[in-house]
Every structure is written in C-alpha cells, then in structure tokens.
DNA sequence: CTTTTCACATACCACCGGTATGTTAATGAG
DNA sequence: CTCATTAACATACCGGTGGTATGTGAAAAG
C-alpha cells in the first residue's frame, strides 16, 4: 500500500530539481540578481511547474533556505555529540558554526538575503528551530549544571548568535582577518570568560 | 565669492527631498517594496531628477544608508564622550548603540536590508567608517591602558559589534524579550566579564 | 546679447514576477 | 475495461518596474 507511484515521484523530482538549481544560483548570484527565468531554466521545467510547487519567488527563496538552515543545524549538533562534556559540546558546536556557514553559499542564502526577503522575523523563527536552538539548550545545559554563572540564557543565546554569524561573515571577507584562526581564539576568549563571572 | 548660487540650491534641494522620502519609504516597507515611482511622488520631482542624482536604485539606497550610519555614528559618539572614564565610554555607547538601533525605521535600512542591497563587504566599509569604527577604538584603549587584557581587537571588535546588531533588532521584535533591560544586563555581563580574563 | 551648460521633465523600452488558460497522462470509480 | 477526474505541468500573456534616451527651459558663462 502506498506505493509512491509514477505521479508523486515526477512531483518530488521536478521539486527536488528547482531547490537544487534555486539553491545555486541565489548562492551564486543573490536573491535578487537571479531571474525566475534563470532558474526554470536550469531545472528543466518553466515557469508553470514553478508556481505549481511554490506561492512566489520569495516562497522558493523560504524552502531553499530551510533546507540550508537544516544542514547547518545538523552538521553542528553532529559536531557537538561527538563530545560528552557539555562544555566540549558547546564549544565544538561553535566551531563547527563557524566552519560550516564560512562557505560562501551558505553565508548568501542565510545570513546576508535570508533576512531582507523573509523579514527579520521570519527568518528568526527559522534560525531558531534549527541552529540557535542548540546553542539554547547547550547554555541552558551548561547554567544548569554550574559551569555557567546563574542568569537568563535567551539574551546571553542572541548575543552568541549574533556574534558568530558576524564572526563567519568576516571570515569568508576578502577584508577578512589575516589570520582565521585569531577570530576563533577572540571567540573561545569570549566563551571562556563567561565562566568566570557571575 | 563662490555664493550658492540659485542653481546649486534647487540641487541640493531636489537632492535632500529624495533622500528624505525614500529613507521614509524604505524604513516603513523596505527596499525591494517601494518602487521609484512612490519615490519621486513624494518627493515632488520624476525619475529623470532621480537619475540626475543617483546611478541606481541601489546607489539611492546606498546614499541613504550612509546618512543613517552617520546619524548613529553621531549619536553613539555622544552618549560617549559624556563620560570620562574609558570603561564608561563602551558601555555607555554599546547602550546609545542598542537604544539607536532600537528604532524600526533605523533597523530595516541600516542591518536588514544593507547588507542584502549592497552587498555585505560595502556595507561593513560602511559601518566601519561609522559606529564600529568608535567600537575598535574604544576597546583598543581599553587594552591599551590594561584594563582589558592583551589581545587582538579586531576579532573582538566584530564580535562584540555582530553581538550588538543581533540584540537591538531582537529588542524591537514582536517576539522580543520580556524586559528589555534584560537583554542590557546581558550585554554588560558579557562586557564584564571581558575584563577579569587573560 | 549669445552660447553653453545644468537640472531636471517626458517618452519610451526591455524585462520580470505573477496569472490565466490549455494540455497530457496518471489515477480512481463503476 | 471504460471513462471522468485531476494532478502536474506547459504556453501565452499582462501590468508594472528599473533603467535609458531625448527634449527643454532657465541659469550661468563669456
């Protein structure tokens, strides 16, 4: 029963097909910059198909950037637990942040067009069902087991958050730092001192 | 000698006009909703004054931008140099900065849709030469005069300042925090704690 | 007074996001 | 098996947009 049948497999593959070209071509060209034209070009499909999986240009842009935004939570938890102390975790989850969204594609897609098209707003929801919600649950973890002084860990996760999406667009700069790896010791500095205040 | 001159009056006229109400119409629907044609209604003139003064839609922006990020500049570099303490100065123009930041129409322009319109390395030469600039220079005295330990500013700087941006637009949305200060109280831990840590 | 130039206004165009309609083949009912 | 339905597109088309080429009148230069 349920088989997947030939219609919903031409269904998933033209989808597939558009996220996959869309992805490359916003990372590639900005959200802006890329025409529909463009895109149904290289998916091998038209405009049709197109409107017939999303609501808008802006919808296509949204599930692309899903997609991203759970690779990226998923290559950092995968990073974390491979550690069993929760402060390793922490810190190998920022690292692997930053590793992950110095790729220039990902940078594009999520840092920089991601909140313009979606609205700040909306791109937050996202950012939080994915990456920032790890970096909550790992400082929660870490106050509730002591090694963070007591204090409200939801300013403390958007100041980390936004420290490290800047750390990773300065990174992948070309006026970026000489040296990448001083930026990963000012964080580490910065996570570190929080240990030690209360 | 060198009077103004009728001429270059109406310029500067025309030209303060469409900066006034593009900077109105991009803080309240953002750039890519507002078409030139709102514009040059508001501002009284037609398109061909609009491409006398500016390249692109994008060099509009980028114009308007630059006033903004002066105008925040300004202020921050107030609130800072009503203190006379080093120490005082930071923390007194990371609160000027977040409060500045906190207005709606300031944020849309200068940290959502800056970076996706110009691109993020114009936009942080921006920045550079405005509010982060005071930031680098603050915290460089600070370790200058040994009351943050040695270390390399420029990481911190964009740390600190990426930490910032993150917090005033979370301060001014919907799902923000409960108690604004909260947030503050965060920020000054972290400052803080900068400072007991080699 | 003449000429040039500047600060626009007007007219126009290619293109883009979006829609409305047509077409074909898979699917489910009887 | 037949046949009506519908899902998954393709095609044709449209209003509006950013951008440009050209016209124009008044200020400035000589």
Redesign the interface.
């Known amino acids: 029963m349920n088989q997947p049948g030939v219609r919903a497999q031409q269904r998933e593959q033209t989808r597939r097909a558009l996220l996959r070209e869309s992805r490359q071509l916003f990372a590639a060209q900005?959200?802006?910059a890329v025409g529909l034209a463009q895109i149904v070009e290289a998916a091998g499909v038209t405009k049709g198909a197109l409107y017939h999986h999303f609501d808008s240009k802006a919808d296509l842009f949204g599930a692309v950037l899903e997609e991203v935004q759970r690779e990226v939570g998923r290559r950092v938890a995968a990073a974390a637990e491979a550690h069993a102390d929760r402060w390793d975790q922490l810190t190998a989850g920022c690292r692997a942040f930053l590793a992950v969204t110095a790729e220039p594609d990902i940078?594009r897609i999520m840092?920089?067009?991601g909140?313009?098209?979606l609205?700040?707003?909306a791109w937050?929801?996202l950012d939080e069902a994915s990456s920032a919600q790890h970096l909550g649950d790992a400082l929660a973890a870490l106050v509730a087991e002591g090694t963070l002084p007591p204090?409200?860990v939801?300013?403390?996760t958007?100041?980390?958050?936004?420290?490290?999406?800047?750390?990773a667009?300065?990174l992948a700069?070309?006026?970026g730092?000489a040296d990448p790896a001083?930026?990963w010791?000012?964080?580490e500095?910065?996570l570190?001192?929080?240990r030690?205040?209360g």
């Open positions: 900005g959200y802006g940078q840092l920089v067009d909140p313009a098209v609205g700040w707003s937050r929801a204090q409200p939801e300013p403390l958007h100041l980390l958050s936004g420290a490290m999406n800047e750390a667009l300065w700069s070309p006026s730092p001083e930026t010791a000012a964080l500095r910065l570190r001192a929080l030690h205040t």
